[in-house]
C-alpha cells in the first residue's frame, strides 16, 4: 500500500513539473524568450480577440434591430390596413348620408376620411423608410463579407494557438526523454523537429493574432459607426413622421371645430 502511494506521489510530481516545463516553453519560446513572444502579450492579445468576437457576434445587436423592426413593420402594415378601412367608411358615410336635418356630419366624416388617408399614406412612407433605410443596410452588415472574413481569420487563430498549445506538450515530452535517455541521438533529432514545428506554429499565431485583432478591430468600428447612423436615422424617420401626422391632425382638428361653430351657430339662429 505504501509502495503504491509513493510511485502515486511521483506520478504527481512528474506530471505537475511537465505542465510547468510546457507552460514556460510556450510562453517564453524556443531556448529563451527571444524566440516566442512573451507570455502577458500573447495573452493580452488572445483576450482582446476574444472581446472582439464577442463584441461582434455575427451583428447581434444589429439583427435584434432588425428583427424587432420586422415586426413593427407586419404591425404597422396592419394598422394601416385597419386605418384605411375607416378611411373608407367614413368616406362611404359622407357621400351616402341622407339626413334631412344638417349636412355638417356628413362634412365632417369626409374631412376625417380624407385625413385618415393622408395618415395612413404618412405611416406607410414611414414603414418603407425603417425597411430601406434601416432594416436592409443592417442585415447586409450581418452577412457582410468584412465581418465573416474577421470572424474566420480569428478561428484560424484560435486553431493554430490550440495547435502550437499540443506542440509545446510535444516538445516537453521529448525533452524528458532525451534526458532520460542520455541524449539519445535519435530522441536529440525528434526534440529538434518538434522544436522548430512549434517556433512555426508560433510564429504563425503571432501573425495570424495580429491581422484577425486588426480585422476584428476595424469591423467592430465600422459596426459600432454603421449601427449608430442606422439609428440616428430611424429616429429622424419616425420624428419627421409623427410632424406630419400632427400637421394633418391640428387642420382635421380645426375643420371639425369650424364645423361644430358653424352648425351651433346656425341652430342657434334658426331658434331665435
Not at 405611416?123 to 472574413?149: C, F, N, S, W, Y
Request: glycine share 4%; proline share 1%; charged share 25%.
Amino acid at each position: 500500500m505504501e509502495a503504491i502511494r509513493k510511485q502515486a506521489t511521483k506520478l504527481r510530481e512528474q506530471a505537475a513539473k511537465q505542465q510547468q516545463e510546457v507552460l514556460k516553453r510556450f510562453s517564453g519560446g524556443l531556448g529563451g524568450s527571444d524566440n516566442g513572444i512573451p507570455n502577458e502579450a500573447e495573452l493580452l492579445q488572445h483576450q482582446n480577440l476574444e472581446k472582439l468576437y464577442i463584441s461582434t457576434r455575427a451583428g447581434k445587436f444589429q439583427r435584434d434591430i432588425v428583427q424587432g423592426l420586422e415586426g413593427y413593420i407586419v404591425t404597422g402594415s396592419k394598422q394601416i390596413e385597419i386605418g384605411t378601412k375607416l378611411s373608407e367608411d367614413a368616406r362611404k358615410y359622407a357621400t351616402k348620408n341622407i339626413c334631412t336635418s344638417s349636412s355638417t356630419l356628413s362634412k365632417a366624416a369626409l374631412s376625417y376620411s380624407m385625413a385618415r388617408a393622408q395618415m395612413e399614406k404618412e405611416h406607410d412612407i414611414l414603414l418603407k423608410a425603417l425597411e430601406t433605410q434601416v432594416a436592409e443596410p443592417l442585415r447586409a452588415m450581418i452577412v457582410g463579407v468584412p465581418l465573416e472574413e474577421a470572424r474566420h481569420l480569428a478561428q484560424r487563430y484560435d486553431r493554430v494557438r490550440q495547435e502550437a498549445e499540443s506542440q509545446a506538450i510535444e516538445v516537453s515530452r521529448w525533452q524528458a526523454r532525451a534526458r532520460e535517455s542520455n541524449s539519445n541521438p535519435e530522441y536529440m533529432s525528434k526534440l529538434e523537429s518538434a522544436e522548430i514545428k512549434l517556433h512555426e506554429l508560433k510564429s504563425s499565431m503571432v501573425t495570424l493574432g495580429k491581422e484577425a485583432s486588426a480585422s476584428m478591430a476595424a469591423v467592430e468600428a465600422q459596426q459600432q459607426r454603421l449601427t449608430l447612423q442606422r439609428l440616428i436615422t430611424m429616429v429622424e424617420a419616425e420624428h419627421n413622421h409623427h410632424q406630419r401626422v400632427l400637421q394633418i391632425l391640428d387642420q382635421l382638428e380645426t375643420e371639425l371645430n369650424c364645423s361644430r361653430n358653424l352648425s351651433w351657430n346656425l341652430s342657434h339662429s334658426l331658434h331665435k
